[in-house]
C-alpha cells in the first residue's frame, strides 16, 4: 500500500508539474501565432521584411563585440536583396528563429518618417485633429516614432527620383536627430520586436491602414520636430545608439 501510494504521489507530482507548464506554453504559443500574424500582416501590405538581431540582456545576438545598435539591425547583409512579402518565406524565419525582430526595407514600397517620440505624439494628435488620413504608426522604444507613407523614392521615371538631406540611410542617421526619412538603401524595425532594457517596438496604428502621401504628413511632422530641436529635450543625444555601420 505504501508503495502504492508513493506511485500516486509521484504521479501527482508529474501531472501538476505539467499542468502548471502547460499555461506557460499554451501563452508562448498565442505570442507566436500572434507575432506571425503581425508580420504577415506587414507582408500582406507590400512592405518587404527580413531578419534582424535580437536581444540578448543589454547585448546584441550579433557576434560583434560592442555593436553599437544591439537587436536594431539586419542579421545579413543582403538584408535588401533578401526581404520578402512571400508568406511562406516568412513563416519559415518565424518558426525556426522564434526569437529574432524582423526589420522591413524602405524606399520599395514605402517610406518612414522617423521622428523624436515626442514630436511625433504631438503631430499624431494635430493630424487626426484635421482629420488626415495617417496611415501606420509606430512607437519604437522610448525615444522614436515610425510614419509609414508610401514611397516617392521609386518613380516611374527615374530622373525625378528627389534625394535630399532629410534622406536616413541606416550608416548615416546621426546626421539628422530630428527628421529622418528613410527611403532607397534604408529600413526600420518592425513590430514586434524586443530591445534591451525591455523596451520593444509597437505599433500605435497597425498595418492595415492605407499608406498615405508622405508630403501630407511632412508639414505637421517637421513643425513638430522644429519645436523638440529647438528644446532642452533634444539637448544631450546619442547619435551613435541609432546608426548601424554598414562598412563593418
Known amino acids: 500500500m505504501g508503495a502504492d501510494s508513493g506511485r500516486t504521489r509521484g504521479t501527482e507530482g508529474k501531472i501538476s508539474q505539467w499542468l502548471r507548464r502547460r499555461p506557460k506554453q499554451q501563452q508562448a504559443d498565442a505570442d507566436a501565432s500572434a507575432r506571425l500574424g503581425m508580420l504577415l500582416a506587414v507582408a500582406e501590405a ?12 543589454f547585448r546584441c545576438s550579433c557576434e560583434r563585440v560592442g555593436c ?5 539591425h539586419p542579421v545579413s547583409f543582403a538584408w535588401q536583396t533578401q526581404s520578402t512579402t512571400d508568406a511562406a518565406q516568412i513563416e519559415r524565419w518565424a518558426e525556426g528563429q522564434p526569437l529574432a525582430n524582423f526589420i522591413t526595407a524602405t524606399g520599395m514600397i514605402h517610406d518612414v518618417l522617423d521622428v ?8 499624431l494628435a494635430r493630424l487626426t485633429e484635421r482629420g488626415i488620413d495617417v496611415g501606420p504608426v509606430a512607437r519604437s522604444g522610448d525615444d522614436r516614432m515610425l510614419f509609414f507613407t508610401a514611397t516617392r523614392g ?3 521615371d527615374e530622373d525625378e527620383w528627389w534625394p535630399c538631406e ?5 550608416e548615416t542617421m546621426d546626421e539628422h536627430p530630428g527628421l529622418r526619412w528613410h527611403c532607397r538603401g534604408s529600413y526600420v524595425l ?3 520586436a524586443c530591445l534591451p532594457g525591455d523596451l520593444d517596438v509597437r505599433w500605435e496604428r497597425g498595418p492595415e491602414h492605407p499608406l498615405p502621401d508622405p508630403l501630407t504628413l511632412l508639414e505637421a511632422l517637421t513643425d513638430a520636430c522644429a519645436a523638440y530641436v ?3 529635450e533634444a539637448t544631450g543625444l546619442d547619435p551613435a545608439a541609432v546608426a548601424w555601420p554598414l562598412g563593418r
Open 154 to 156: 521609386t518613380p516611374e
Open 116 to 123: 523624436p517620440l515626442s514630436a511625433g505624439v504631438k503631430a
Open 166 to 170: 532629410l534622406d536616413s540611410h541606416p
Open 190 to 192: 518592425l513590430p514586434p
Open 46 to 57: 507590400g512592405m518587404p521584411i527580413s531578419p534582424a538581431a535580437h536581444p540578448l540582456g
Open 68 to 72: 553599437p545598435t544591439p537587436a536594431r
Open 230 to 232: 529647438d528644446s532642452d
